[in-house]
DNA sequence: CAAATTTAAAAGTAATACTTTCATTTTAAT
DNA sequence: ATTAAAATGAAAGTATTACTTTTAAATTTG
């Protein structure tokens, strides 16, 4: 992706933090060292006093920004998920052939992706890694129901809505868009997963090129045609 | 399934817990205790100070089985795919039809369990119910790879090993049985998940039978001809 | 029945996940 | 440039958790 929207900014529902922390330098800062600092220690051992420290700032502040750990990886995987909006939309923006779109938009949900400058302070290479290893931990709470009534998932349901249409607009008559597009987005993340940590359980060659990215386009046009 | 095997167990890597929780009154009742109260309080609220006090015993009792909840987790995890296994292996035994057999395997794997009275003080309903929503904050640590070295994980192993051979004998030239059995395995507990909490994220209806295993069933058998 | 093992009760420790208070600095408004 | 408001930092405090230790009582086993 280019450099050229280099301003654009992903709207993050507001109910997941206490004070917007793109709004300010410190709110940024605390960003960009917790994607960090979570990439070190495992979210398990990711403490706000671990953070305010390694910011030069004070646990106290961190926590003016964000209720607690959990919200601050919700943002953060708000922020994954509307990243990955923004890619399929741009991706196949302007194209005609339907399976050109459908092809183009499994390839930006599930390649592995590089360091990106689109988003300034944001390291998408590294944030991708976070979330592979812990964003089904933020999921899988005993208060999803209440925390989806608030739409701290809003930004998920339309990114697999997105991907459900192109689906079902590639072969109209296919009876499970919905769920097909779930399996893609967190089967993606499962598999990125199984091959860090699982390289038995996978068929991938290290040779290979987004073998990830193959494995889906096969299921998914080999189920769909 | 029936009731005549009633005195088979499942065997559980040692290394998982202190002492074997099956070799034991106490123990037993842990097992069938925590899974009900993981149910009802969630695995972070859940702690064996309240597991002891539901079971008229002493923290310091528990804490003589297994070394921490999460160890608890991973054993009750490894019950529920040896659980699978065993259920895979019982119900494609003398097939001889290899459709026959890969439809079956995929019924064992992606149907919602009923209480069953193979292996007694196990509900094995209610296990279902916590391994949808717990079970992958055991396989996401920063151990994993650790913990994985210990043969933590190799019932999955094996479970899923034996599904992609079941995969690649319907089709010898596929080429990713593995990561299409890893794909079905914990894309139908995902599945699960999103069916109960994310309902407009599902394509299913209320009133449809076993949907999910549909689903994966259409997903394979479209994608393997 | 005696010895060995298991369990229960209670108290203790270190770390965590916050909260509160108050002083200081920064920012924004006139 | 002055002042009020807002943001930040430092430090201390609280409740809970996750686990350990010790000792005594109960249970099992040989």
Same mark, same amino acid.
């Given at each position: ?15 997941i ?6 709004s300010?330098k ?12 979570i990439?070190q ?6 403490t ?5 420290k ?16 959990h919200m601050?990886?919700?943002y953060?995987?708000?922020?994954y ?8 939309v741009?991706?196949?923006? !302007? ?8 092809? #183009?938009a ?9 360091r990106?400058?689109t988003?300034?302070?944001? !390291?998408e ?19 999803v129901?209440?925390? !989806?009534? !608030? ?6 349901? #339309? ?8 689906i079902?607009?590639?072969n109209p ?8 597009s ?15 940590h699982?390289k038995h ?5 290290e040779?290979d090129?987004e ?5 889906f ?8 045609k």
């Open positions: 992706m280019s450099t050229i929207l280099s301003s654009l900014t992903l709207t993050i529902p507001e109910k933090y206490i004070k917007d922390p793109q300010s410190l709110g940024r800062r605390i960003l960009e060292y917790s994607i960090q600092l990439r220690e495992g979210l398990e051992k990711f706000f006093k671990k953070l305010a390694k910011i030069n700032s004070n646990e106290s502040s961190v926590y003016r920004y964000f209720e607690n750990k601050l990886m919700l953060l995987i708000s922020w998920w509307g990243w990955l909006e923004y890619k399929l741009f991706r196949t923006n !302007n194209i005609e052939d339907k399976e050109d779109v459908l092809k #183009r499994i390839i930006a949900i599930t390649e592995t992706p590089r990106d400058e988003f300034g302070f944001i !390291n290479e590294e944030l991708h890694y976070i979330i592979v290893q812990e964003y089904s931990k933020a999921f899988h709470t005993k208060d129901d209440e925390e !989806n009534e !608030n739409g701290y998932f809003i930004i998920y349901r #339309r990114l697999v809505e997105r991907l459900s249409k192109i079902l607009n590639y008559s296919y009876c499970y868009p919905l769920t097909l779930n399996t893609v987005i967190q089967g993606a993340l499962k598999q990125n997963f199984l091959h860090q699982f359980l996978s068929d991938f060659k040779t090129e073998p990830i990215t193959k494995f386009q096969n299921l998914i046009f080999n189920s769909l």
